[in-house]
């Protein structure tokens, strides 16, 4: 590596936060997006649960694009930088997506009342490629930007980094799940489709509007200009390994199949309630929109907490994987109680597991962000954070389909036993993918990966400089 390379200038707290901007306004428009959508579209629209899934789930199906997003940011150059161009146009494009999503789900629906089957193939197909694109905008902005906070901060900062960038993200969900039930209190009880489209529309573009102008201020001066540099500058840089090669480097030990599959199972434990969670608060607890919506906040504000606990006292005190275990263990246990609070039908019961669950969410998800930082060979960070990224973002598709797909199934087995029973469904599978994370988390080896990924990174560096 050379002196340009690894002098990486750091970030001060304040810089940190203030970058911390982006992620939050991903996860307010998250909330909104996708959260507020969901139930819209499953309660208030009567969509069927399994194309909002897998519509939903498009918007992850498109994330392997985040490893060639990643390599053309390494390697291509706008004005000088590497990093903030892409995230703008990203950040621009799916802002612009999100306003037009609105009135795309207003018009599936009267093609649907009216059964014009021509005009509901067309709009589902609308529908699907919007989300697609969404997804491939989101990527196009969010695989640059963590390779910034890579670029800006030094190996032994990186955690605190990350864990101030993750809080925000917490942070956002919970102000967008605040911002959903203040703005749309008046809609409680309304069904009419004209004056929901009348409300929601203006809603929508003016969070997206923030979102952008959040997205400026996050990133505006983080990434110095790099005087002279064209828009390939690949020849200069050590760490643009080419993609074949990249990809050798991620088959060169078990261990990235092992933690790529934890990934994957944790972040399915974590979100496969998500496409009908507001719709449980809804169908089994009589919850109106807003109040369905602070079911978000409540489990942001757990998360917010159990990151903090377990970046400043658990992980420290018990270890990456000790902690990792804990998470697994509190999430799984979360699950059945959310479960069982369907028998209640009590909404101060779910509410307060909704506390718990993101608590829980909020100690496993700082401990896996820790063991993904160990499992990242500083020479090839930007490489493995595409793949820990497309793990995740491979299991929020499942997930969104699966949550959609087993509520409709759990309809078609339980049609004359009531609501309860299709999420009882959702929820029980879910409780044994965190059954299987916790299980294959006994199987990640850290010194193992190590061994194997320095040993074959040192090969492909050799290849490329030949």
């Not at 409540?298 to 998360?303: F, I």
């Not at 469904?425 to 990924?453: K, P, Q, W, Y």
Request: net charge neutral; hydrophobic share 55%; charged share 10%.
């Amino acid at each position: 590596m050379t002196q340009a390379a690894t002098a990486r200038p750091g970030l001060s707290f304040v810089t940190t936060i203030r970058l911390g901007l982006f992620q939050g306004s991903l996860g307010f428009l998250a909330v909104v997006f996708a959260g507020l959508l969901n139930r819209i579209m499953l309660s208030e629209l009567g969509f069927p649960g399994l194309l909002v899934g897998g519509a939903l789930a498009f918007e992850q199906f498109v994330a392997p694009s985040r490893i060639l997003f990643g390599q053309i940011s390494d390697r291509h150059a706008i004005a000088g930088r590497h990093r903030t161009p892409y995230i703008w146009a990203g950040s621009a494009c799916f802002c612009a997506l999100a306003v037009l999503v609105v009135p795309l789900i207003f018009r599936l629906a009267e093609a649907m009342d009216s059964a014009d089957g021509q005009a509901v193939l067309l709009g589902v197909v609308l529908l699907c490629g919007l989300f697609a694109f969404y997804g491939l905008a989101v990527s196009m902005a969010t695989t640059p930007y963590l390779a910034l906070v890579i670029d800006r901060t030094q190996e032994q900062e990186r955690p605190r980094a990350v864990s101030i960038i993750w809080c925000m993200l917490t942070i956002g969900i919970v102000i967008g799940a605040i911002a959903i039930s203040l703005s749309l209190r008046g809609l409680d009880g309304i069904t009419d489709r004209t004056t929901l489209e009348t409300v929601l529309g203006p809603f929508m573009l003016r969070s997206a509007g923030l979102v952008f102008l959040l997205t400026l201020v996050a990133t505006w001066g983080i990434e110095p200009a790099r005087a002279g540099e064209s828009l390939s500058s690949a020849a200069d840089r050590d760490d643009a390994i080419t993609l074949s090669r990249a990809w050798r480097l991620i088959r060169s030990s078990a261990q990235v199949a092992i933690f790529f599959t934890f990934l994957i199972l944790f972040t399915l434990a974590l979100f496969l309630q998500d496409p009908i969670l507001e719709s449980y608060g809804a169908d089994v607890f009589g919850m109106p929109i807003a109040a369905t919506a602070s079911l978000n906040a409540l489990w942001g504000s757990g998360t917010l907490v159990g990151l903090i606990l377990a970046g400043l006292w658990i992980v420290p005190r018990l270890g990456k994987f000790a902690a990792a275990r804990l998470g697994c263990r509190l999430i799984l246990i979360s699950l059945l109680l959310l479960l069982l609070a369907g028998f209640t039908a009590r909404v101060a019961v779910l509410q307060g597991l909704m506390i718990l669950f993101g608590l829980a969410s909020g100690i496993g998800t700082n401990s896996a962000l820790c063991l993904m930082l160990d499992l990242t060979l500083p020479e090839a960070a930007g490489t493995f954070v595409g793949v820990w990224g497309l793990a995740q973002a491979l299991s929020r598709a499942i997930a969104k389909l699966l949550g959609g797909g087993l509520l409709d199934l759990g309809r078609a087995l339980f049609p004359l036993q009531g609501p309860f029973p299709p999420f009882a469904l959702v929820l029980g599978i879910e409780a044994l993918v965190a059954l299987a994370a916790l299980l294959m988390l006994s199987r990640v080896n850290l010194h193992r990966f190590r061994e194997d990924t320095s040993r074959s990174l040192t090969q492909v560096l050799a290849m490329e400089l030949g």
